[in-house]
């Protein structure tokens, strides 16, 4: 194994945290190949290796880098969603099927609204919505 980086404790910009990333994706894919990560808590030049550039790249991650949280929609829309679809409505039709205003239908879709016991049985009754999954993400 041929080390790099010796000589920095501390990454501070996104050039040589590209480079030191790179290096222990590699480092990992070498260890895999020659068996130095077989066993679960392997002590060795790799495993002391990997973890001592990994901390340099998770410490400027910490410090430099600002993530987003991934957005997901809830089993609930998606099923609405996925009923819609099948049936052809769009969302104004989807609300006079349910009985609601399309306004307040829009805003159960986009979680700005709770659903309600009331709107429960109807998604239930209207389009066939698993209980389980209004009762979950509701």
Do not use: H, W
């Not at 080390?3 to 990454?11: G, H, L, S, V």
């Not at 990992?28 to 290796?49: F, P």
């Not at 679809?85 to 205003?101: G, T, Y």
Request: aromatic fraction near 10%; hydrophobic fraction near 40%.
């Amino acid at each position: 194994m041929i080390k790099k980086f010796e000589d920095i404790t501390k990454i501070e910009d996104r050039e040589l945290f590209d480079k030191v990333s790179a290096y222990c994706d590699d480092l990992i894919d070498e260890a895999t190949a020659n068996g130095s990560l077989d066993e679960q808590g392997a002590d060795n030049e790799y495993t002391r290796e990997i973890g001592r550039v990994a901390n340099m790249c998770a410490d400027y991650e910490t410090f430099f880098m600002t993530f987003t949280n991934i957005k997901f929609k809830s089993p609930l829309v998606v099923s609405i969603e996925n009923e819609m679809e099948n049936r052809s409505l769009r969302q104004v039709q989807a609300a006079e099927l349910l009985d609601v205003k399309a306004s307040t239908f829009s805003q159960i879709m986009t979680r700005k609204r709770p659903v309600s016991m009331r709107m429960a049985k109807r998604l239930y009754k209207v389009f066939n919505i698993d209980p389980k999954i209004i009762l979950e993400y509701a």
